[in-house]
T-cell receptor, first 112, second 113 residues
Framework: LAKTTQPISMDSYEGQEVNITCSHN???????ITWYQQFPSQGPRFIIQ???TKVTNEVASLFIPADRKSSTLSLPRVSLSDTAVYYC?????????????FGTGTRLQVFP | GAVVSQHPSRVICKSGTSVKIECRSL??????MFWYRQFPKKSLMLMAT?????????EQGVEKDKFLINHASLTLSTLTVTSAHPEDSSFYIC?????????FGSGTRLTVV
């Protein structure tokens, strides 16, 4: 499983766009990139997953360059409730049976 | 969507006692259950992987006799922390893997006093 590197923490203000970049230089051809969000004392929850280019859903966008060695999670117009830890994971897609390896995650703090 | 019910959400126990944590998959079969531990402001660390009907596979450094895992059915897996000590205080999370992919439990905050 490819190792991921993310910033330990980020600060933002309400209404701003937040971009969190994850490096995964050793990503394999069949690996997908998945982002999870975790609030204190709760289990992580799925945010978005992608393989290449751009993926967008109702809460975030995921940008993946052509070489796939990094990815950027974009949260538009964050609110206080987006304060959480965000994990980037790389693995062979959602429907495999491999264990999930969590990196350090990025602790996002949103200020009013 | 798929849901994993994890109980209890919080538990406080005395040192030396045992605590059982349950993860139950609702409306789907969890062929594999992963158990994680998370210390404050740290990431999730995999403790063990269990498949229904077989013995769990423990990660290096995790004591299998202390953290007993049972996965007797496709909808229920349990983690028992035996002879708990204050250093076992942590947040425990199960992640089920089934036909719909990964489903996360809500976590159990264990405090050993």
């Amino acid at each position: 499983l490819a190792k991921t590197t993310q910033p330990i923490s980020m600060d933002s203000y309400e209404g701003q766009e937040v971009n969190i970049t994850c490096s995964h230089n050793n990503i394999a051809t069949n690996d997908y990139i998945t982002w999870y969000q975790q609030f204190p004392s709760q289990g992580p929850r799925f945010i978005i997953q992608g393989y290449k280019t751009k993926v967008t859903n109702e809460v975030a966008s995921l940008f993946i360059p052509a070489d796939r060695k990094s990815s950027t999670l974009s949260l538009p117009r964050v609110s206080l409730s987006d304060t959480a830890v965000y994990y980037c994971l790389v693995g062979p897609g959602a429907y495999n049976t491999d264990k999930l390896i969590f990196g350090t995650g990025t602790r996002l703090q949103v200020f009013p | 969507g798929a849901v994993v019910s994890q109980h209890p959400s919080r538990v406080i126990c005395k040192s030396g006692t045992s605590v059982k944590i349950e993860c139950r998959s609702l409306d789907f079969q969890a062929t594999t259950m992963f158990w994680y531990r998370q210390f404050p402001k740290k990431s999730l660390m995999l403790m063990a992987t269990s498949n229904e009907g077989s013995k769990a596979t423990y990660e290096q450094g995790v004591e299998k006799d202390k953290f007993l895992i049972n996965h007797a059915s496709l909808t229920l897996s349990t983690l028992t922390v035996t002879s708990a000590h204050p250093e076992d205080s942590s947040f425990y999370i199960c992640i089920a893997n089934g036909i719909e992919g990964y489903t996360f439990g809500s976590g159990t905050r264990l405090t050993v006093v």
